[in-house]
């Protein structure tokens, strides 16, 4: 597995990461966490070191998953997670609005440790930016957790330029993590060039889609009721077939380099930018082989031209999120 380094940071990790949401909850039932464990050690042996989780994920049975898996290869995994919301009280699904204030990231960053069983956070993000917290309050309070050593790097999510560089003023912001793929752009409006200016990486999450990109759904496509994609714009009936246009082109590449259309898509991003580290999440060890597989596909200058060129072509139908969720990005 190639490596990659996260901008200017000493935080190398495997060329493709591990996102691992949808291991404990928000695409249908969770599945058997035995099941998932393995999984996470296979990835392991097949050389990915990045491994992403949060608090919200479950909530809290996200991290118990990978702090059980992983404890076997401590020292050689970095394992990235996430503070910024409440939880609901009794434990269900979802949260209670933002909450970024400095005690809570401290109490977070306490829990998450445990559940993890790690000495130390190896990356550790603002989940949505608080409005209500001053960025400077937030990044402070993660330097000091550095400066403690229960943290070893400050990341965020979802977060604006602007924000992004008031943040990296008063503790250096070695990744930001937002949603890129060839359906989701919005980072190279103002985003990207902000991170390579101030040499900071870039983890882009649902570089697949959140599945749609893999070319296996249509308009006949059903989602359970538990798996969150049925309350999402862009998993309408229209919206999948307006967007299939997407999906063809990746087909059509994916038949002349003998590769799927998951493939191109990772590898696309991949040759973005050195300092870019998607993390595709997965619960089946095949899907995990054959997105591995997309580090040695080699894009050519006119692979990646004949891309752009037909995607520019073509237009997204459908909002990323409902209203609310969207509201809390872009801050």
């Not at 996102?19 to 990835?43: N, T, W």
């Not at 993890?116 to 608080?130: E, G, I, N, T």
């Not at 993660?142 to 070893?152: C, N, R, T």
């Not at 980072?187 to 983890?203: A, C, D, K, R």
Request: glycine share 8%.
């Amino acid at each position: 597995m190639q490596k990659r380094k996260l901008g200017k940071s000493n935080l190398e990790v495997s060329a493709l990461g591990l996102g691992c949401m949808g291991m404990s909850f928000s695409y249908g039932p969770p599945p058997d966490k035995q099941e998932m464990i393995a999984v996470l050690r296979a990835a392991v042996e097949r050389g990915v070191t990045f491994f992403d989780t949060a608090e919200v994920y479950g909530p809290c049975t996200n991290e118990s998953l990978l702090g059980e898996a992983l404890s076997p290869f401590k020292g050689q995994v970095v394992i990235a997670t996430k503070f910024g919301f409440n939880l609901n009280p009794d434990g269900s699904p979802g949260w209670q609005g933002l909450n970024s204030r400095p005690e809570r990231i401290k109490q977070v960053a306490e829990d998450s440790l445990k559940r993890l069983k790690v000495d130390a956070l190896d990356l550790f993000y603002q989940h949505r930016v608080d409005l209500d917290v001053p960025i400077e309050d937030v990044a402070g309070a993660v330097k000091d957790l550095i400066q403690e050593g229960k943290v070893k790097h400050f990341g965020m999510s979802e977060a604006a330029a602007k924000t992004i560089r008031r943040a990296h003023a008063v503790q250096p912001v070695t990744a930001v993590q937002s949603e890129y793929s060839l359906w989701t752009r919005g980072p190279e409006q103002e985003v990207l060039p902000t991170l390579e200016e101030l040499g900071i990486g870039f983890v882009p999450y649902s570089p697949l889609g959140k599945g749609f990109l893999t070319g296996k759904m249509d308009t006949n496509t059903s989602f359970d009721k538990t798996d969150f994609r049925s309350t999402l714009p862009r998993f309408t009936p229209e919206a999948l077939h307006a967007n299939q246009a997407l999906v063809h082109l990746l087909s059509e590449i994916a038949g002349k380099k003998n590769a799927t259309p998951a493939q191109i898509a990772l590898a696309w991003l991949l040759a973005q930018k050195p300092w870019i580290v998607p993390i595709p999440g997965t619960t089946k060890l095949h899907r995990l082989e054959e997105n591995i597989d997309a580090v040695t596909l080699e894009l050519t200058p006119d692979d990646l031209s004949q891309i752009e060129n037909a995607a520019a072509k073509i237009k997204i139908e459908g909002d990323r999120y409902p209203e609310k969720i969207e509201a809390m990005t872009g801050r």
